[in-house]
Structure formats: structure tokens, C-alpha cells
């Protein structure tokens, strides 16, 4: 297709996906099942909104809490420059980045050591 159409193929390729999105619309209207789940998602969006809002306010309380506990923990394998709780906006991204479940193990086992915490049973 870029030969065919040539240097303007970036406009083009956006109009043609623009296009395949509207043709599941279309896909909607005509299928009586995928308008009842369709319709269902659109029910349920004010309640995802108060799920949203919860884990927000969730990740705010235990930003501040990480940051007072774990603000001091020295850089080591998994906390690092880019992952850290010496700041706020640092702490949400760790969290976010934790329950997404990216090494929050590593992260964990980081905590601890600094804390002397961990015995290591062999």
C-alpha cells in the first residue's frame, strides 16, 4: 500500500484505521449480543470511576507511608535512582510499577536488607 500511495501514506494509514475503529461500531448496532455487552460497559463506567478514584486515594496514603518508612533505603539492585521512595512523584510510579507486579519481589527483598530485617534460611 505505501507504493500504491506514496509520500502522503501517513495521513492515509490514520484514515484507514480510523476507519476499521468505525466499522466495529458498526459491528455493534448489528449484533443484538455485542450491544448488550457494549451497553453494560457504558452502565458500569460511573462505578469504575469510584474504583479509580479508591485506588488514587489508596496510592496517596501509601506514597506518604513509603516515603516515611522507605525514604532512606540506600540504592541497591532493584531500588535505584528511577525507583525510589526519597520523593513523592517517585513513590507513585514505584507503586504503580509494583502493583502492576514489575520485581516487586526485588523491591521487597531491597526494603528489608536495609532495614537488617532478613534472615535467609538454607
Not at 510510579?93 to 520485581?103: A, D, H, I, K, V
Not at 521487597?108 to 532478613?118: I, K, N
Amino acid at each position: 500500500m505505501e507504493v500504491a500511495i506514496g509520500s502522503a501514506s501517513g495521513i492515509d494509514f490514520t484514515l484507514l484505521r480510523v476507519v476499521r475503529v468505525i466499522r466495529i461500531f458498526r459491528l455493534v448496532k448489528v449484533s443484538k449480543h455485542l450491544r448488550a455487552i457494549f451497553s453494560t460497559l457504558l452502565i458500569s463506567l460511573p462505578s469504575l470511576g469510584n474504583v479509580g478514584a479508591l485506588l488514587c486515594m489508596l496510592f496517596f496514603m501509601f506514597a506518604v507511608a513509603g516515603q516515611q518508612l522507605f525514604g532512606s533505603v540506600e540504592h541497591g539492585e532493584f531500588i535505584n535512582e528511577h525507583a525510589n521512595f526519597e520523593d513523592f512523584r517517585h513513590s507513585i510510579l514505584l507503586l504503580f510499577r509494583m502493583s502492576t507486579g514489575e520485581s516487586w519481589n526485588g523491591l521487597m527483598h531491597d526494603c528489608v536488607d536495609a532495614a537488617g530485617g532478613f534472615v535467609a534460611y538454607t
